[in-house]
């Protein structure tokens, strides 16, 4: 069956990852992260595009995004993607591809999803063991919304600014959403809908990227019953024809 196109529309965030071919590395050294994210702040300015969260680890990474034009966001992918693999294969003496394929994406609506989904951006390198807590992390967006430090790749999202009416109150705001966390099926909710490229939403919002794209950005319902979880509505989250969904605990995507 034909690989539907990849769905992005301007002004809408869209929740990204892209990971290394076979699941490689795609850091060696500090310095290696330090350049992604210099590559992310240049063509995310380039082809306007406004980061408001990322996490990288060590053989993939997110991104949560909202592009101007329907043709920045693959723009600033392709540009990054191909500078970066350019950049490694000379640092490292390697040649071929890098990447395990084209970018994995969807749209996310912001109203219900956009802060869970920093929060699920955020808690990835927990989930896989390495920290104990996210502002231990150094490669991702959490410290800059925690108040520790400034990030010049982060845009946050009006939403954001709507937690409180201080930097204080908007900082521990977000610091009550990372310490209530997601459970397991919130966690998979966001993983399958990227890894798919299915939307995420409810069904207005759903019907309204439709129009927009003209394509379907759900797979056909197969009347799975709805689920709430943490406030969080499932029922648009619909699994088509996959199976065996990956573990987030000992493999965060």
Known sequence: MARLPRLTVPGY??????????????????AD????????QQ???????????????????????????DKGLPAMMQAVGRRYVRYFNGRYGRSGTLWEGRYRSTLVQAERYLLACMVYIDLN?????????PAQYPWSSHRHYAGLGSDRLVTPHPLFWELGNTPFAREQAYADLIAHGLNRDVQQAFSDSTHR??????????????RRS???????????????????????????????GMKLESDPI
């Open 13 to 30: 965030p869209h929740h990204l990852i892209q990971r290394g071919n076979n699941r490689q590395p795609i850091f060696g050294e500090d």
């Open 33 to 40: 992260y330090r350049f992604l994210l210099e590559l992310l």
């Open 43 to 69: 063509y995310a300015r380039d082809f306007k595009v406004s980061i408001h969260s990322y996490v990288l680890m060590g053989n993939h990474f997110h991104l949560l995004a909202t592009p101007e034009t």
């Open 125 to 133: 390198p927990v989930r896989a063991g390495m920290v104990g807590e």
């Open 197 to 210: 490229g299915w939307a995420l939403g409810d069904p207005s919002y759903l019907a309204e990227l439709g």
């Open 214 to 244: 003209g394509r379907r950005p759900t797979p056909l319902s197969k009347g799975r019953p709805k689920a709430q979880v943490r406030g969080i509505d499932l029922s648009p989250i619909k699994d088509a024809d996959e199976s065996g």
